[in-house]
């Protein structure tokens, strides 16, 4: 039955693993960075599997509207890695 298969892909997020948190601290940050006060989980987790347009929509204001810009999706991504 499964001898042909290659490869099996798991899209994790959100089902075994909660990455709302770390998503909303890489666009929180952003947000504190340019000297705005900072949002609470709360407010990000909503838009956690709408990927970096949800987040950075949150965190500026923009959620569902927003147009993002490489530069601030590279920013979110940069921020997103581990130190």
Do not use: E
Not at 30 to 45: A, E, F, N, V
Request: no cysteine; charged share 20%.
């Amino acid at each position: 039955m499964f001898a042909d298969v290659q490869a099996v892909l798991f899209d994790l997020d959100g089902t075994l693993i909660d990455s709302a948190p770390d998503l909303g601290a890489a666009a929180d940050k952003m947000r504190t960075d340019r000297g705005m006060p900072s949002l609470s989980l709360h407010t990000y987790r909503p838009m956690a599997g709408a990927g970096a347009r949800g987040m950075i929509g949150v965190a500026f204001g923009q959620a569902r509207t927003i147009r993002i810009t490489r530069r601030s999706r590279t920013s979110f991504w940069v921020t997103m890695r581990p130190a």
